[in-house]
Protein backbone atom coordinates (compact mmCIF):
# COMPACT_ATOMS: atom_id res chain seq x y z
CA UNK A 1 0.00 0.00 0.00
CA UNK A 2 1.21 2.82 -0.81
CA UNK A 3 0.81 5.80 1.74
CA UNK A 4 1.26 9.95 1.46
CA UNK A 5 1.97 11.38 4.92
CA UNK A 6 2.31 14.70 6.53
CA UNK A 7 2.41 16.78 9.70
CA UNK A 8 1.08 19.91 10.85
CA UNK A 9 4.09 22.62 10.58
CA UNK A 10 3.63 23.35 14.35
CA UNK A 11 6.54 22.44 16.48
CA UNK A 12 8.37 18.83 16.40
CA UNK A 13 5.16 17.39 17.75
CA UNK A 14 2.96 16.79 15.35
CA UNK A 15 5.84 15.51 12.84
CA UNK A 16 7.92 13.02 15.78
CA UNK A 17 4.23 11.45 16.06
CA UNK A 18 4.23 10.81 12.62
CA UNK A 19 7.39 9.47 12.13
CA UNK A 20 6.38 6.98 15.14
CA UNK A 21 3.49 5.89 13.32
CA UNK A 22 5.58 5.87 10.55
CA UNK A 23 7.63 3.15 11.75
CA UNK A 24 5.54 0.92 12.75
CA UNK A 25 4.09 0.63 9.28
CA UNK A 26 6.84 -0.31 7.99
CA UNK A 27 5.72 -2.91 5.17
CA UNK A 28 3.94 0.05 3.08
CA UNK A 29 5.44 2.44 1.01
CA UNK A 30 5.75 5.58 3.19
CA UNK A 31 5.92 8.88 1.03
CA UNK A 32 6.54 12.25 3.45
CA UNK A 33 5.32 15.12 2.02
CA UNK A 34 5.31 18.91 3.31
CA UNK A 35 8.07 21.95 4.25
CA UNK A 36 9.57 23.61 7.46
CA UNK A 37 10.06 22.52 10.29
CA UNK A 38 8.03 19.07 9.68
CA UNK A 39 10.67 18.67 6.76
CA UNK A 40 13.66 19.79 8.54
CA UNK A 41 12.40 16.97 11.26
CA UNK A 42 11.68 14.12 8.49
CA UNK A 43 15.19 14.96 6.85
CA UNK A 44 17.07 14.38 10.44
CA UNK A 45 15.12 10.54 10.59
CA UNK A 46 14.85 9.61 6.96
CA UNK A 47 14.82 5.76 8.04
CA UNK A 48 11.10 6.38 8.94
CA UNK A 49 10.51 7.00 5.25
CA UNK A 50 10.73 5.66 2.12
CA UNK A 51 10.75 8.76 0.80
CA UNK A 52 11.01 12.36 1.51
CA UNK A 53 9.43 15.27 -0.59
CA UNK A 54 10.46 18.66 1.08
CA UNK A 55 8.10 21.18 -1.03
CA UNK A 56 10.56 24.45 0.96
CA UNK A 57 11.75 26.50 -1.78
CA UNK A 58 8.97 25.45 -4.18
CA UNK A 59 6.61 28.07 -5.04
CA UNK A 60 3.15 27.52 -3.54
CA UNK A 61 1.59 26.12 -6.94
CA UNK A 62 4.60 23.69 -7.53
CA UNK A 63 4.63 22.19 -3.94
CA UNK A 64 0.74 21.97 -4.56
CA UNK A 65 0.78 19.75 -7.50
CA UNK A 66 3.63 17.79 -6.10
CA UNK A 67 1.14 17.62 -3.00
CA UNK A 68 -1.49 16.58 -4.94
CA UNK A 69 0.47 13.96 -7.81
CA UNK A 70 1.44 12.16 -4.94
CA UNK A 71 -2.04 12.01 -3.41
CA UNK A 72 -3.69 10.79 -6.59
CA UNK A 73 -0.79 8.34 -6.45
CA UNK A 74 -1.94 7.03 -3.18
CA UNK A 75 -4.11 4.33 -1.51
CA UNK A 76 -4.21 6.50 1.73
CA UNK A 77 -3.58 9.70 3.38
CA UNK A 78 -2.08 9.96 6.85
CA UNK A 79 -2.33 13.42 8.44
CA UNK A 80 -0.99 14.53 11.98
CA UNK A 81 -3.15 17.46 12.43
CA UNK A 82 -2.60 19.06 8.88
CA UNK A 83 -6.20 20.28 7.65
CA UNK A 84 -5.42 20.99 4.49
CA UNK A 85 -3.94 17.94 3.77
CA UNK A 86 -6.99 16.12 4.87
CA UNK A 87 -8.90 18.62 3.01
CA UNK A 88 -6.72 18.09 -0.37
CA UNK A 89 -7.36 14.04 0.13
CA UNK A 90 -10.87 13.98 0.42
CA UNK A 91 -10.76 16.49 -2.76
CA UNK A 92 -8.52 13.77 -4.61
CA UNK A 93 -11.06 11.29 -3.02
CA UNK A 94 -8.66 8.93 -0.69
CA UNK A 95 -9.01 7.64 2.08
CA UNK A 96 -7.24 9.90 5.07
CA UNK A 97 -6.93 9.02 8.73
CA UNK A 98 -6.28 12.34 10.80
CA UNK A 99 -4.29 11.74 13.93
CA UNK A 100 -4.35 14.35 16.74
CA UNK A 101 -2.70 14.18 19.89
CA UNK A 102 -4.42 17.80 20.71
CA UNK A 103 -8.36 16.56 20.49
CA UNK A 104 -9.51 18.31 23.24
CA UNK A 105 -7.67 21.36 23.02
CA UNK A 106 -9.09 22.94 20.12
CA UNK A 107 -11.26 26.10 20.77
CA UNK A 108 -14.34 26.61 18.79
CA UNK A 109 -15.90 29.67 17.26
CA UNK A 110 -18.93 28.23 15.76
CA UNK A 111 -20.77 25.33 17.36
CA UNK A 112 -19.71 22.12 16.12
CA UNK A 113 -23.25 21.00 14.97
CA UNK A 114 -22.80 23.94 12.13
CA UNK A 115 -18.84 22.91 11.30
CA UNK A 116 -20.41 19.40 10.84
CA UNK A 117 -23.12 21.28 8.41
CA UNK A 118 -20.34 23.14 6.44
CA UNK A 119 -18.30 19.43 6.40
CA UNK A 120 -21.54 17.18 4.92
CA UNK A 121 -22.23 19.76 1.82
CA UNK A 122 -18.56 20.84 1.29
CA UNK A 123 -18.24 20.05 -2.49
CA UNK A 124 -15.95 17.80 -3.66
CA UNK A 125 -14.91 19.04 -7.35
CA UNK A 126 -11.79 20.72 -6.69
CA UNK A 127 -10.13 22.22 -4.14
CA UNK A 128 -10.87 26.03 -4.41
CA UNK A 129 -14.53 24.88 -4.63
CA UNK A 130 -13.93 23.40 -0.89
CA UNK A 131 -11.48 25.85 0.44
CA UNK A 132 -14.16 28.59 -0.30
CA UNK A 133 -16.93 26.82 1.31
CA UNK A 134 -14.75 26.54 4.10
CA UNK A 135 -13.68 30.10 4.55
CA UNK A 136 -14.60 31.61 7.72
CA UNK A 137 -13.86 28.63 10.18
CA UNK A 138 -10.67 29.65 12.55
CA UNK A 139 -7.74 27.51 12.37
CA UNK A 140 -9.07 25.56 15.41
CA UNK A 141 -12.25 25.19 13.51
CA UNK A 142 -10.31 23.53 10.36
CA UNK A 143 -8.79 20.97 12.47
CA UNK A 144 -12.28 20.22 13.94
CA UNK A 145 -13.75 19.93 10.37
CA UNK A 146 -10.51 17.88 9.34
CA UNK A 147 -11.69 15.03 11.83
CA UNK A 148 -14.92 15.55 10.35
CA UNK A 149 -13.79 14.93 6.86
CA UNK A 150 -11.40 12.18 7.53
CA UNK A 151 -12.56 8.45 7.21
CA UNK A 152 -10.87 7.51 10.73
CA UNK A 153 -9.64 10.32 13.60
CA UNK A 154 -7.04 8.40 15.67
CA UNK A 155 -7.05 11.04 18.72
CA UNK A 156 -4.19 10.72 21.82
CA UNK A 157 -6.01 10.26 25.30
CA UNK A 158 -5.97 13.60 27.41
CA UNK A 159 -8.64 15.12 29.97
CA UNK A 160 -11.67 16.34 27.62
CA UNK A 161 -10.92 13.96 25.12
CA UNK A 162 -13.82 11.77 26.03
CA UNK A 163 -15.69 14.85 26.62
CA UNK A 164 -15.37 15.63 23.20
CA UNK A 165 -15.85 12.13 21.52
CA UNK A 166 -18.94 12.47 22.90
CA UNK A 167 -20.14 15.64 21.22
CA UNK A 168 -18.70 14.42 17.83
CA UNK A 169 -21.02 10.88 18.67
CA UNK A 170 -24.45 13.42 19.09
CA UNK A 171 -23.81 14.31 15.83
CA UNK A 172 -24.96 11.29 14.50
CA UNK A 173 -23.12 9.88 11.09
CA UNK A 174 -19.33 10.84 11.82
CA UNK A 175 -15.72 9.32 11.25
CA UNK A 176 -14.91 6.81 13.57
CA UNK A 177 -13.38 8.13 16.59
CA UNK A 178 -9.99 5.55 17.79
CA UNK A 179 -8.89 6.90 21.26
CA UNK A 180 -5.08 5.67 21.68
CA UNK A 181 -2.33 5.89 24.59
CA UNK A 182 1.27 7.46 23.55
CA UNK A 183 1.68 7.97 20.19
CA UNK A 184 5.67 7.30 19.76
CA UNK A 185 8.38 5.38 18.00
CA UNK A 186 8.14 1.95 20.44
CA UNK A 187 10.75 0.04 18.18
CA UNK A 188 13.09 2.95 19.26
CA UNK A 189 11.87 2.97 23.24
CA UNK A 190 12.39 -1.34 22.85
CA UNK A 191 15.96 -0.51 21.28
CA UNK A 192 17.17 2.02 23.69
CA UNK A 193 20.67 0.85 25.75
CA UNK A 194 19.48 0.90 29.58
CA UNK A 195 22.74 -0.06 30.95
CA UNK A 196 24.53 2.85 28.99
CA UNK A 197 26.44 5.38 31.55
CA UNK A 198 25.51 9.21 31.39
CA UNK A 199 27.24 11.19 28.65
CA UNK A 200 25.10 14.46 30.24
CA UNK A 201 24.18 15.36 33.73
CA UNK A 202 21.36 17.04 32.81
CA UNK A 203 19.46 17.25 29.14
CA UNK A 204 17.16 20.01 28.03
CA UNK A 205 14.62 19.28 25.62
CA UNK A 206 13.29 22.75 23.81
CA UNK A 207 11.47 21.03 21.30
CA UNK A 208 10.99 22.63 17.49
CA UNK A 209 10.04 25.83 18.80
CA UNK A 210 8.98 27.37 15.61
CA UNK A 211 5.00 27.42 15.00
CA UNK A 212 2.30 29.97 13.05
CA UNK A 213 3.74 32.64 15.36
CA UNK A 214 7.27 31.55 16.45
CA UNK A 215 10.65 31.38 14.98
CA UNK A 216 14.39 31.52 15.37
CA UNK A 217 14.64 34.98 14.31
CA UNK A 218 11.14 36.49 14.63
CA UNK A 219 9.15 36.47 18.08
CA UNK A 220 12.26 34.36 20.01
CA UNK A 221 12.36 36.11 22.89
CA UNK A 222 11.71 32.69 24.12
CA UNK A 223 14.77 31.39 22.90
CA UNK A 224 17.08 34.90 23.70
CA UNK A 225 15.43 34.39 27.40
CA UNK A 226 16.94 30.47 27.31
CA UNK A 227 20.40 31.99 26.37
CA UNK A 228 20.54 34.78 29.03
CA UNK A 229 19.90 31.79 31.37
CA UNK A 230 22.33 29.00 30.45
CA UNK A 231 25.15 30.58 31.88
CA UNK A 232 23.16 31.35 35.02
CA UNK A 233 22.20 27.42 35.05
CA UNK A 234 25.55 26.35 35.18
CA UNK A 235 26.90 28.86 38.00
CA UNK A 236 23.65 27.71 39.90
CA UNK A 237 24.06 24.23 39.97
CA UNK A 238 27.78 22.51 39.61
CA UNK A 239 26.36 19.15 39.41
CA UNK A 240 25.36 19.92 36.22
CA UNK A 241 28.94 19.81 34.65
CA UNK A 242 27.52 18.23 31.07
CA UNK A 243 24.30 19.68 29.70
CA UNK A 244 22.73 18.93 26.28
CA UNK A 245 20.10 21.42 25.21
CA UNK A 246 18.36 19.59 21.68
CA UNK A 247 15.46 21.15 19.55
CA UNK A 248 15.05 22.77 16.42
CA UNK A 249 16.41 26.28 17.21
CA UNK A 250 20.06 24.63 17.05
CA UNK A 251 19.65 22.53 13.65
CA UNK A 252 21.22 23.19 10.24
CA UNK A 253 24.62 25.43 11.39
CA UNK A 254 22.76 26.56 14.63
CA UNK A 255 24.85 24.94 16.92
CA UNK A 256 26.56 26.54 19.78
CA UNK A 257 28.12 25.80 23.02
CA UNK A 258 28.08 27.64 26.37
CA UNK A 259 30.68 27.79 29.08
CA UNK A 260 30.45 29.32 32.47
CA UNK A 261 31.08 28.29 36.05
CA UNK A 262 33.19 24.96 35.35
CA UNK A 263 30.58 23.66 33.17
CA UNK A 264 29.20 22.72 29.49
CA UNK A 265 26.21 23.17 28.01
CA UNK A 266 26.17 21.63 24.36
CA UNK A 267 22.87 23.28 22.13
CA UNK A 268 22.47 20.91 19.44
CA UNK A 269 19.77 18.94 17.31
CA UNK A 270 19.60 14.88 17.54
CA UNK A 271 17.94 12.34 15.39
CA UNK A 272 15.08 11.30 17.39
CA UNK A 273 16.46 7.84 18.55
CA UNK A 274 19.92 9.70 19.66
CA UNK A 275 17.80 11.80 21.57
CA UNK A 276 15.62 8.73 23.42
CA UNK A 277 19.11 7.22 23.88
CA UNK A 278 20.02 10.64 25.96
CA UNK A 279 16.77 10.89 27.52
CA UNK A 280 17.30 7.39 28.83
CA UNK A 281 20.31 7.67 30.42
CA UNK A 282 20.77 11.20 31.26
CA UNK A 283 19.42 11.60 35.31
CA UNK A 284 17.66 14.77 34.90
CA UNK A 285 15.50 15.91 32.00
CA UNK A 286 13.93 19.24 31.33
CA UNK A 287 11.72 19.92 28.90
CA UNK A 288 9.51 22.35 26.97
CA UNK A 289 6.11 19.98 27.64
CA UNK A 290 4.93 18.77 24.68
CA UNK A 291 2.49 16.23 24.86
CA UNK A 292 5.33 14.14 22.56
CA UNK A 293 8.30 14.23 24.67
CA UNK A 294 6.20 13.50 27.64
CA UNK A 295 5.02 10.66 26.15
CA UNK A 296 8.53 9.60 25.27
CA UNK A 297 10.08 10.11 28.93
CA UNK A 298 7.07 8.44 30.29
CA UNK A 299 7.92 5.17 28.35
CA UNK A 300 11.50 5.39 29.26
CA UNK A 301 10.60 5.68 33.02
CA UNK A 302 11.43 9.11 33.44
CA UNK A 303 9.74 11.78 35.27
CA UNK A 304 11.08 15.11 33.72
CA UNK A 305 10.65 18.63 34.63
CA UNK A 306 8.57 20.76 32.67
CA UNK A 307 9.97 24.14 31.58
CA UNK A 308 8.62 27.68 30.91
CA UNK A 309 5.52 27.11 28.25
CA UNK A 310 6.33 28.60 24.70
CA UNK A 311 2.85 28.50 23.51
CA UNK A 312 -0.52 28.75 23.98
CA UNK A 313 -1.13 24.63 23.84
CA UNK A 314 1.86 24.28 26.23
CA UNK A 315 -0.47 26.29 28.79
CA UNK A 316 -3.09 23.60 27.97
CA UNK A 317 -0.87 21.00 28.76
CA UNK A 318 0.06 22.02 32.16
CA UNK A 319 -3.52 22.72 33.34
CA UNK A 320 -5.01 19.44 31.78
CA UNK A 321 -1.77 17.63 33.36
CA UNK A 322 -1.85 20.41 36.66
CA UNK A 323 -3.26 17.31 39.44
CA UNK A 324 -0.22 15.64 39.34
CA UNK A 325 3.67 15.66 40.06
CA UNK A 326 4.57 16.85 36.81
CA UNK A 327 2.12 19.61 36.88
CA UNK A 328 2.29 21.46 40.07
CA UNK A 329 6.28 20.91 39.64
CA UNK A 330 6.61 22.78 36.24
CA UNK A 331 7.97 25.82 35.72
CA UNK A 332 5.02 29.37 34.48
CA UNK A 333 5.91 32.28 33.73
CA UNK A 334 2.96 33.09 36.14
CA UNK A 335 5.26 32.10 38.50
CA UNK A 336 7.16 34.84 37.73
CA UNK A 337 4.25 37.88 36.35
CA UNK A 338 1.30 36.74 38.26
CA UNK A 339 -0.94 39.60 36.51
CA UNK A 340 0.79 39.36 32.91
CA UNK A 341 -2.55 38.66 31.22
CA UNK A 342 -2.80 35.45 28.89
CA UNK A 343 -5.89 35.61 26.84
CA UNK A 344 -7.64 32.39 26.76
CA UNK A 345 -6.79 31.98 22.61
CA UNK A 346 -3.81 30.41 20.39
CA UNK A 347 -2.77 33.04 18.71
CA UNK A 348 -3.31 35.83 21.28
CA UNK A 349 -1.76 33.36 24.19
CA UNK A 350 0.90 32.56 22.36
CA UNK A 351 2.01 35.91 21.76
CA UNK A 352 1.50 37.28 25.46
CA UNK A 353 4.27 34.51 25.98
CA UNK A 354 6.69 36.12 23.55
CA UNK A 355 6.04 39.29 25.01
CA UNK A 356 6.06 37.67 28.95
CA UNK A 357 9.26 36.44 27.58
CA UNK A 358 10.86 39.30 26.53
CA UNK A 359 10.04 41.21 29.41
CA UNK A 360 11.93 38.81 31.61
CA UNK A 361 14.83 39.23 29.68
CA UNK A 362 15.25 42.83 29.62
CA UNK A 363 13.77 43.10 33.23
CA UNK A 364 16.65 42.80 35.68
CA UNK A 365 14.81 42.60 38.18
CA UNK A 366 12.08 40.21 36.81
CA UNK A 367 14.98 38.17 35.43
CA UNK A 368 16.42 37.55 38.59
CA UNK A 369 13.10 36.14 39.78
CA UNK A 370 12.87 34.23 36.95
CA UNK A 371 16.31 32.69 37.93
CA UNK A 372 15.06 32.55 41.45
CA UNK A 373 11.63 30.61 41.39
CA UNK A 374 13.43 28.81 38.23
CA UNK A 375 15.66 27.38 40.68
CA UNK A 376 13.51 26.37 43.40
CA UNK A 377 11.90 24.31 41.08
CA UNK A 378 14.58 22.59 39.98
CA UNK A 379 15.95 22.39 43.78
CA UNK A 380 12.39 20.09 44.12
CA UNK A 381 12.85 18.09 41.49
CA UNK A 382 15.98 16.99 42.30
CA UNK A 383 14.87 16.21 45.45
CA UNK A 384 12.50 13.81 44.68
CA UNK A 385 13.42 10.26 45.43
CA UNK A 386 13.05 7.34 42.66
CA UNK A 387 10.14 6.33 44.38
CA UNK A 388 8.48 9.44 44.01
CA UNK A 389 9.41 9.98 40.52
CA UNK A 390 8.33 5.98 39.48
CA UNK A 391 4.64 7.08 41.42
CA UNK A 392 4.80 10.44 38.81
CA UNK A 393 5.16 8.08 35.82
CA UNK A 394 2.68 6.11 36.99
CA UNK A 395 -0.19 8.63 37.64
CA UNK A 396 0.37 9.88 34.44
CA UNK A 397 0.72 6.92 32.37
CA UNK A 398 -2.96 5.88 34.42
CA UNK A 399 -4.54 9.68 33.02
CA UNK A 400 -2.95 9.33 29.83
CA UNK A 401 -3.11 5.91 28.73
CA UNK A 402 -5.05 3.69 25.65
CA UNK A 403 -4.94 1.06 23.46
CA UNK A 404 -1.71 0.92 21.30
CA UNK A 405 -1.26 3.24 18.16
CA UNK A 406 0.31 0.83 16.02
CA UNK A 407 -2.38 -1.49 16.61
CA UNK A 408 -5.02 1.14 15.80
CA UNK A 409 -3.49 2.45 12.48
CA UNK A 410 -2.61 -1.45 11.22
CA UNK A 411 -6.10 -2.24 12.15
CA UNK A 412 -7.56 0.54 10.04
CA UNK A 413 -5.25 0.00 6.73
CA UNK A 414 -6.08 -3.45 7.29
CA UNK A 415 -10.09 -3.17 6.36
CA UNK A 416 -10.75 -3.03 2.82
CA UNK A 417 -9.83 0.60 0.56
CA UNK A 418 -9.09 1.63 4.85
CA UNK A 419 -12.41 3.34 4.53
Not at 58 to 83: C, F, K, P, Y
Not at 213 to 235: A, E, K, S, T
Not at 296 to 318: C, D, K, N, W
Amino acid sequence: MQIVMGAQNCGFGPVSELVAVSRGLHRHERMFVGDGVAAVFARRNPDAFDTVHDTGGMTGEAAAEMTDELLRGSDHVISVMDAELVIRSVVARRPVTLVDSLFSFWQLTLPLARIHERCVTMPRSGLAAAEQHLTGLSPHDRVVAAHLLANHSVVQNLPGVTERVTEFAALGTVPRIHVTGSIVDVEGLRSVARDTGPEYDLLINVGGFKNFLLDFDVNDDYLRLLHRWLPDLLRDWPRFRRVLVCGGPFAEGRERTVWAGGGTAECRLLRQRELLQVAASTPDYLMAPGLTALHESLALGRLPLAIHEQHYAHVFTMRALDGTEFGRSGGRFTDVVPDHPLPEDDLAGTAALVELAGRIRKDDELYARYRRTFNERIEHYISLAPSQRRHGVEELGRLLGGEPVHAVMNGILDTPRAA
